[in-house]
């Protein structure tokens, strides 16, 4: 492996630029003061063990401490073990206090290296504009928690829902301490529903002040943790059911949620274990931000810093890490061969001061060192290897990332630019399966052509607004006819699903920059077709993509239906969209339980169309025609409606479902004719077998 940052016999390295180089175990223990030891006179190979120390002192709690409930922003900050399971093997034992009487130290200024791979706060924010800085959310979460508990004594038999669906918030009980894949997109659907809701109450200022927060994502984790919404809560070494290499997230609290890092700051996660007759501490998981010199030339490796200040700023003096919590249980990993999550972090190409994580796999800890930071004092410094034979998921990311910037070259590349610049951003050509050269000929187009008006009880001509549409302002028509929501966070969010979304057109008085307009302005990321191997070309996307983003509109021709329903002139058309078509049905809007002060307004995910749209993309049309059928897609469309030339007409644009990752194949559900037809009609013969390959998959599609 190259790079100055990894030490090992091996390795033919510039000792001269790491100053005191020793092994990592040669470290004596950091052991708390007037505590009796009592060691052997020799130790065996390794780190010495630790004794029992003497028991330190139950710190009682005050009756409304009791009374909090346990949240994830404050008390996963130590491992969730008792206090006489801690003592044995951390350091700081004698000092531990009870978890539920733990106070977060983000009530105080937060220092970005504190903690090791500790994220400044502010690494948390991830676009919204709703979203600040404040440090201050621990004592805010505890009175969240409160008021639930207040709301819930005055309110004892009344249902979450209103109507008697408080079983179906959160996931099956069944999956709370082992989860599967299910249960964890459950949890990630919910949590960032609610953060949606949250950011376009925020935006239109419908919050009341003293509820106010301007961490969405806090909040939305605070009344998911109130209600128990969580899973794979059994913290384990290794693989974590339902989560998947590759796997991205765009907020820590996603993380802790579903039990694959459970510090909401701290970079690495560990926990108590029992190991025959003594206990030991063990890592679990380590959050890389790719901001301490961690990331190699070789995306296998990764070199970790350890956790704790090298310089105190107090006494102006350097100082060391210290064998203890983090680096205490990497260490002990290492002896143990035990495997540890790692987690990337890598900035959002959309927002600088945002980073978004990548669940990169296992790993083992293969070699560790110190070596002197900036400052003068020791860092601990660890290899991790990745282990082999899982899917590429942070190598891919560097490679799309490379190919983008147009820096690598590419096996099977064919065009730079399959929209031959109609896109603003540009759409490559692939094919590393076979000889094929490309799709067959059309024109690229990227929206309706030809549209046919659709008739509205009140029709839309347009907004006054002078500048950009704001949101809350129930002046403005657009925002009328959304039933008084803008349809979009800040930053181009999709909040909910609803019957009929009434953008900004043309007709607006509104600048064109409005953010009621995101369907309109072409694709956000960059795409490629590719040749799939089996399932002819596809669309996948090189950049991260989060949920509710606009992907882009399906354009093509609009068809008349009675020629379709009469001539069956569709039924060799494999790019057919059809509104009339039976969709399986998902839940994607915010559970109104969860949010019981604003549970008022949650729109029906039931599409309200004026009329069915068929529309074909065989001859015109955009990217959209490359996306392949799936029973469990990753995409779904939503009707959008606005005006031109004093008319109205309807669209359909395509959103994130959930969160994508780099690399990762774009497909929706083409969903199905109703049944019931004569054998050999049309409807019939337009049915295919599906080849998705889903847990879920039907069997067929058309």
């Known amino acids: 492996m190259e790079g100055n940052n990894t030490v090992h016999a091996s390795d033919s390295v510039d000792k001269s630029r790491i100053v005191e180089v020793k092994p990592l175990r040669s470290l004596a223990p950091v052991l708390p003061k007037n505590i009796q030891s009592c060691f052997p006179a020799k130790y065996p190979s390794g780190f010495p063990p630790f004794y029992s120390f003497e028991k330190p002192q139950e710190i009682p709690l005050p009756k409304e401490a009791e009374e909090i409930p346990v949240d994830a922003e404050t008390a996963e900050e130590i491992p969730v073990v008792s206090a006489k399971e801690t003592t044995r093997e951390t350091p700081l034992a004698a000092k531990v206090t009870p978890i539920r009487f733990y106070k977060s130290s983000v009530d105080e200024e937060v220092n970005p290296r504190a903690d090791g791979d500790v994220n400044s706060f502010s690494e948390g924010l991830n676009g919204d504009e709703c979203v600040d800085s404040t440090r ?27 109507d008697g669906q408080s079983s179906n918030i959160g996931v099956n009980p069944s999956r709370n301490a082992d989860g599967d894949h299910e249960s964890v997109n459950r949890v990630l659907m919910t949590f960032d529903s609610i953060r949606r809701r949250l950011c376009q109450l925020e935006d239109s200022k419908e919050l009341n002040s003293s509820h106010a927060i301007k961490r969405a994502d806090l909040r939305a984790s605070n009344a998911l943790t109130c209600k128990g919404v969580k899973t794979n809560l059994r913290r384990r070494v290794g693989v974590v059911p339902g989560i998947e290499v590759g796997d991205i997230f765009f907020f820590r609290m996603e993380m802790c949620l579903v039990g694959l890092h ?43 810093s350890g956790q704790g200040e090298n310089f105190n700023k107090k006494d102006k003096h350097v100082t060391d890490q210290k064998l203890q919590r983090g680096n205490l249980a990497l260490d002990r990993s290492a002896q143990r061969h035990d495997e540890v999550r790692v987690i990337r972090g890598l900035r959002d190409a959309t927002n600088r001061s945002a980073k978004i994580y990548m669940y990169d796999g296992l790993y083992k800890i293969q070699d560790s060192w110190i070596e002197r930071g900036k400052s003068g004092g020791g860092i601990f410094k660890y290899k991790l290897v990745r282990l082999p034979g899982q899917k590429s998921a942070f190598a891919t990311w560097k490679l799309a990332q490379k190919w983008k910037a147009g820096s690598a070259s590419r096996n099977g590349f064919i065009l730079a630019d399959l929209s031959n610049g109609v896109e603003s951003i540009p759409v490559s050509l692939v094919n ?41 302002d129930l ?10 929501d803008f349809p979009y966070t800040a930053n181009s969010i999709l909040v909910s699903r609803k019957p009929l979304i009434h953008e900004c057109g043309p007709m607006c008085r509104c600048l064109p920059n409005c953010k009621n307009r995101v369907s309109q302005t072409g694709l956000k990321q960059q795409m490629e077709v590719f040749k799939t ?14 949920a509710g983003s606009f992907i882009c509109e399906y354009a093509g021709e609009v068809v008349d239906r009675a020629k379709v329903c009469q001539n069956g002139e569709g039924d060799d058309d494999e790019y057919i969209f059809d509104t009339s078509r039976i969709y399986q049905p998902f839940k994607w809007n915010h559970e109104p339980g969860l949010l019981e002060e604003v549970s008022s307004n949650v729109p029906s995910e039931d599409y309200t169309i004026p009329s069915p749209l068929i529309i074909s993309a065989r001859n015109v049309g955009n990217v959209g025609r490359f996306m392949n059928h799936s029973c469990s897609p990753n995409v779904f469309w939503q009707p959008v409606l606005y005006a031109e030339n004093n008319q109205s007409f309807l669209h359909i644009a395509f959103f994130a479902l959930k969160h994508i990752p780099p690399m990762a194949e774009l497909t929706y559900d083409y969903g199905f004719v109703l049944a019931g037809h004569a054998e050999g009609s049309s409807a019939q013969r337009r049915k295919k077998k599906c080849l998705c390959g889903s847990a879920k998959c039907r069997g067929f599609f058309g």
Not at 282 to 297: F, K, P
Not at 444 to 464: A, I
């Open 136 to 162: 201050k959310r621990g004592t805010e979460n505890i009175q969240n928690c409160k008021e639930f508990l207040k709301r819930k004594k005055n309110k004892k038999t009344r249902e979450v829902a209103g």
């Open 262 to 304: 459970g510090q909401s700051m701290g970079g690495i996660d560990y926990m108590n274990i029992k190991d025959g007759s003594k206990e030991d501490t063990v890592a679990l998981s380590v959050v890389s931000s790719g901001v301490y010199g961690d990331d190699t030339e070789d995306n296998d490796v990764l070199v970790y």
């Open 432 to 472: 590393d399966v076979d000889d094929e050269k490309g799709p067959a000929f059309f024109t690229y187009f990227m929206s309706l052509k030809k549209p046919k008006p659709f008739g509205l009880v009140q029709p839309s001509f347009g907004c006054n607004c002078n500048k950009a549409c704001i949101p809350g």
């Open 475 to 484: 002046n403005c028509s657009c925002i009328q006819r959304n039933e008084g």
């Open 533 to 546: 191997k089996d399932r002819g070309w596809g669309l996948r996307t090189l950049d991260p993509i989060r």
